[in-house]
Nanobody, 130 residues
Framework: QVQLQESGPGLVKPSQTLSLTCTVS??????????WSWLRQPPGKGLEWMGA???????YYSPSLQSRTSISRDASANQFSLRLISVIPEDTAMYYC??????????????????????RGQGTLVTVSS
């Protein structure tokens, strides 16, 4: 059974960089053809997909956050990470990491539905405040 655990600082000052790590157990992040996502949920708002890294290291980002977001991985440690630069108070949210199963067409084409994740971590609250 796959388990995901988010870790990182709970308080970040405005204009600084938010860095979080997701440690995965029970599954390798290189397992074909899964993807690994970051999502967040601000207080009183809905869940927002931020971006993902796939089994082969390809990254995808939400257009609204692409200029400030980067996702990377340490396959040897079975971890993937999120960096969000130039944070503002509106970035305050519960941050989650999740595993996204693939959809494999008969043609062999692989795709992912970023909001259709299977397993998800418990989340970590990050507050942006001076």
């Amino acid at each position: 059974q796959v388990q995901l655990q988010e870790s990182g600082p709970g308080l970040v000052k405005p204009s600084q960089t938010l860095s979080l790590t997701c440690t995965v157990s029970g599954s390798s992040i290189r397992t074909a053809y899964y993807a690994w996502s970051w999502l967040r949920q601000p207080p009183g708002k809905g869940l927002e997909w931020m971006g993902a890294i796939t089994y082969d290291g390809t990254t995808y980002y939400s257009p609204s956050l692409q200029s400030r977001t980067s996702i990377s991985r340490d396959a040897s440690a079975n971890q993937f990470s999120l960096r969000l630069i130039s944070v503002i108070p509106e970035d305050t949210a519960m941050y989650y990491c999740a595993r996204v199963p693939p959809t494999i067409q008969a043609s062999g084409q692989i795709s992912w539905s970023w909001t259709d994740f299977g397993s998800r971590g418990q989340g970590t609250l990050v507050t942006v405040s001076s």
